[in-house]
């Protein structure tokens, strides 16, 4: 990661060091986890006093905010670009796309779940708008994708939403702390769910693509 100048003084000169936080809190967050990131951590990677980031991210919630609208952006991508090479796709290949697409984005399963908790609801009205517009419209492109695909928009939006949700509480299961994992280690029959993400995960969209596409025939 380039470090930005000590002061910036031009537009240019804060894009670079907006970019630069942003990428110190994606780091910090891909090797500790999101609980972990903050704000003292990110400045010191960048090499700014704690004080300096708040000309650009009011709080440590806005930071990690704008990481997640990223986030939505990126999965967009990956799940449009996965059903565009796939030809008649049946369920379990719909879920199969929708799982690799969540699984190449750790760092946003992760976030999914603080922006829940905490991060939309402690940051300014404008900024929660913001990303609920980023959100919604990624959200919308989706759901398109998928009818293209062969779901009806209901279907489509039920898959999504349960992809969200799984995906988001998968993945902490997913990375368990290290007194998790002696445990698993003593007892591997408890760490058999947990430590599968892809695998359950497409496990529960395959269930999930089969019940709306047999309520789309029955409508």
């Given at each position: 990661?380039?470090?930005?100048?000590?002061?910036?003084?031009?537009?240019?000169?804060?894009?670079?060091?907006?970019?630069?936080?942003?990428?110190?809190?994606?780091?910090?967050?891909?090797?500790?986890?999101?609980?972990?990131?903050?704000?003292?951590?990110?400045?010191?990677?960048?090499?700014?006093?704690?004080?300096?980031?708040?000309?650009?991210?009011?709080?440590?919630?806005?930071?990690?905010?704008?990481?997640?609208?990223?986030?939505?952006?990126?999965?967009?991508?990956?799940?449009?670009?996965?059903?565009?090479?796939?030809?008649?796709?049946?369920?379990?290949?719909?879920?199969?796309?929708?799982?690799?697409?969540?699984?190449?984005?750790?760092?946003?399963?992760?976030?999914?779940?603080?922006?829940?908790?905490?991060?939309?609801?402690?940051?300014?009205?404008?900024?929660?708008?913001?990303?609920?517009?980023?959100?919604?419209?990624?959200?919308?492109?989706?759901?398109?994708?998928?009818?293209?695909?062969?779901?009806?928009?209901?279907?489509?939006?039920?898959?999504?939403?349960?992809?969200?949700?799984?995906?988001?509480?998968?993945?902490?299961?997913?990375?368990?702390?290290?007194?998790?994992?002696?445990?698993?280690?003593?007892?591997?029959?408890?760490?058999?769910?947990?430590?599968?993400?892809?695998?359950?995960?497409?496990?529960?969209?395959?269930?999930?693509?089969?019940?709306?596409g047999k309520?789309?025939?029955?409508r």
């Open positions: 990661m380039s470090q930005p100048r000590k002061r910036a003084r031009s537009p240019q000169d804060k894009q670079l060091r907006t970019a630069a936080l942003l990428d110190a809190a994606r780091e910090l967050a891909m090797e500790e986890g999101v609980r972990e990131v903050t704000l003292a951590a990110v400045t010191a990677r960048v090499g700014l006093h704690p004080s300096a980031v708040r000309r650009y991210f009011e709080s440590r919630e806005e930071l990690l905010l704008e990481l997640a609208e990223q986030g939505w952006a990126d999965w967009r991508d990956h799940l449009i670009d996965g059903l565009g090479d796939a030809r008649d796709p049946d369920a379990a290949r719909i879920a199969d796309i929708v799982s690799a697409s969540l699984e190449e984005l750790p760092l946003f399963c992760d976030l999914l779940t603080h922006v829940v908790l905490s991060l939309e609801g402690a940051v300014r009205l404008e900024r929660a708008r913001a990303y609920k517009l980023a959100a919604t419209e990624a959200y919308d492109a989706m759901t398109e994708a998928l009818v293209g695909a062969g779901l009806d928009s209901q279907g489509a939006q039920v898959l999504l939403t349960s992809a969200m949700s799984c995906s988001a509480y998968l993945f902490q299961l997913s990375r368990p702390t290290a007194t998790l994992r002696r445990l698993y280690e003593e007892e591997p029959r408890w760490a058999h769910d947990a430590l599968r993400f892809r695998e359950q995960l497409t496990a529960l969209l395959t269930a999930v693509a089969l019940g709306v309520q789309q025939h029955v």
